[in-house]
C-alpha cells in the first residue's frame, strides 16, 4: 500500500513541476517597465508641469531631436523618498558625462506628493535636475509606469 502512496505523491510533484516549467515566463519579472509601449518603440508625447516657477511646461515632442533621461518617482511612503533620492542621486553624479553628450535630463514626480516632501528626496540627492510634476497622474497612464523609481532613456529619434 506504501508504494500507492508513494506513487500518487511523485505523480503530483511532477504535475506541479511541469506547471511551473511550461508557466516559467509568467514568473519572471519584466525588465521594461513601462505597459503601454515596449522597448524600441516610439516614446508616447506626455506634458509635464514645472514645479519651480520661472520653468516652462516640458513636452516629449518638445524634446524630439535631443536624447534625454526622464526619472519618474513617488516618495509616499519613506522607502520611496530613499530609492527616489538614491537614483536621481546615481542620475545627478552622471552630469558631466550627459551634458558632454547634450543629453537633458528631468525628475518626475508621477504621485503628486506635496513640495516639502519633493524638497526632502532632492535634498538627499543633491540633485540638480529640473523637476516636473505629472497633474492628473496623465503621464503616469500615457506610459504605464509600474516601477518606480524608473529611468527612461529615449535618443534623438524618440
Do not use: C
Amino acid at each position: 500500500m506504501k508504494t500507492k502512496y508513494q506513487y500518487k505523491f511523485i505523480f503530483r510533484v511532477l504535475i506541479v513541476l511541469a506547471v511551473l516549467f511550461f508557466n516559467i515566463n509568467t514568473l519572471m519579472a519584466v525588465a521594461f517597465p513601462f505597459r503601454e509601449f515596449k522597448e524600441g518603440d516610439p516614446v508616447p508625447d506626455v506634458s509635464l508641469k514645472p514645479f519651480e516657477a520661472g520653468q516652462q511646461t516640458a513636452t516629449f515632442s518638445g524634446l524630439k531631436g535631443k536624447p534625454f533621461i526622464a526619472v519618474f518617482w513617488g516618495a509616499d511612503l519613506p522607502e520611496k523618498v530613499e530609492h527616489a533620492a538614491k537614483v536621481l542621486g546615481e542620475v545627478e553624479s552622471l552630469t558631466s558625462f550627459l551634458q558632454e553628450r547634450n543629453v537633458q535630463r528631468l525628475s518626475v514626480n508621477v504621485q503628486n506628493d506635496d513640495a516639502a516632501v519633493i524638497k526632502e528626496v532632492l535634498n538627499k540627492s543633491k540633485s540638480s535636475i529640473d523637476v516636473y510634476l505629472d497633474e492628473n497622474q496623465k503621464a503616469y497612464a500615457t506610459l504605464g509606469i509600474f516601477v518606480m523609481p524608473t529611468v527612461l532613456v529615449v535618443d534623438k529619434d524618440g
